[in-house]
């Protein structure tokens, strides 16, 4: 499962994708008038009309970057695991969660993984799925015996074909900027057990507790750790960013665009960008890092920019990912 994309290009379709989007509470978490009105009577009246070009900017043959790499692992998954069928979903969208499910028991599946595909745990993301599709199998009134595919910002699997896909870019003037998918502060706030670590203990990412163990800045520091210790990088050869984001709320800061900014005043003019929070390519990074983070890098007089490739449909990525899988699977034996 994965979040969603407009079936096409167009104002129309980017209204529909954006509407079912913004109006899930777990996306924008408040009260439901004020979500609506700022949703229905300010977002979808301007935001299509400026998103729908961007859209038509990085828009494959076969169609949506996401639905087109997504199609592209289910197939090659299906290839090697001639004993699991798989179905591929959208949260928001096409294909939908219910009509993959619906496949699956027909198929006459009984044990059921639901796996979202975010290597960081968010409500928005992760919690918005599991809940969608828990949904969906009563609306089927189907009940399989249910696996949850859990974060997996540390597994191997998904860390080393992530170095290895970053590694081709790198030299040794070059900085490598970790921009992950920003959330609000109070998404974040709202996962700590405790309520007195998360935002309120210096460098709260940075330190792993049972307050934080569903942490999205955890899980993304957490990542961003174990790639730089795969690579061998030092303190002054990296660093986080957070990109993406919607409305005057508070966001996880540094933001990606000041971070490159900051980055070139300081004299750094060869960066590499990689965007782990995204599995598969999207606006998110063929367009927002590709061609908007780049025009202003330029602008600032950077000379070398590379925006790493998210891992889509690369062979490394799928053989960890079908790890991943059986080793949910085999839990159930064990």
Request: include cysteine.
């Amino acid at each position: 499962m994965n979040v969603g994309t407009p079936d096409e290009p167009t104002v129309d379709s980017v209204k529909q994708y954006l509407k079912e989007f913004l109006l899930d509470p777990d996306v924008i978490d408040i009260p439901a008038p004020l979500r609506h009105l700022l949703v229905r009577g300010i977002i979808l009246r301007t935001r299509p009309k400026k998103t729908a070009p961007l859209y038509q900017k990085i828009w494959m043959d076969e169609g949506s970057p996401l639905r087109v790499y997504s199609s592209r692992v289910k197939e090659m998954l299906d290839e090697t695991s001639h004993d699991t069928e798989f179905e591929f979903a959208m949260r928001y969208g096409n294909p939908s969660i219910l009509s993959g499910l619906d496949n699956l028991r027909k198929k006459g599946v009984e044990e059921l993984l639901l796996l979202p595909m975010f290597p960081h745990y968010a409500q928005a993301t992760t919690e918005s799925s599991l809940k969608h599709a828990y949904k969906q199998l009563r609306k089927l009134e189907w009940g399989p015996k249910i696996l949850e595919m859990s974060h997996f910002e540390t597994a191997d699997e998904f860390i080393v074909p992530l170095a290895d896909s970053i590694k081709p870019h790198l030299n040794e003037d070059t900085h490598l900027l970790f921009s992950y998918h920003g959330l609000p502060i109070s998404h974040v706030k709202r996962i700590d057990s405790s309520k007195k670590h998360c935002q309120q203990v210096e460098n709260c990412c940075s330190i792993k507790c049972d307050a934080n163990s569903l942490c999205y800045g955890r899980h993304c520091t957490e990542t961003t750790l174990a790639v730089v210790d795969k690579l061998n990088l030092n303190i002054d050869q990296w660093s986080i960013s957070f990109q993406s984001r919607l409305g005057p709320v508070k966001w996880l800061e540094p933001s990606t665009m000041n971070k490159v900014e900051e980055l070139v005043k300081s004299g750094i003019d060869d960066i590499a960008i990689v965007a782990p929070a995204f599995l598969a390519d999207g606006l998110e990074t063929l367009e927002e890092l590709d061609i908007g983070i780049r025009e202003h890098f330029e602008e600032l007089g950077g000379k070398r920019l590379v925006v790493v490739k998210c891992l889509n449909d690369d062979q490394k990525w799928v053989d960890g990912l079908n790890e991943l899988i059986k080793k949910e699977f085999d839990s159930i034996k064990t």
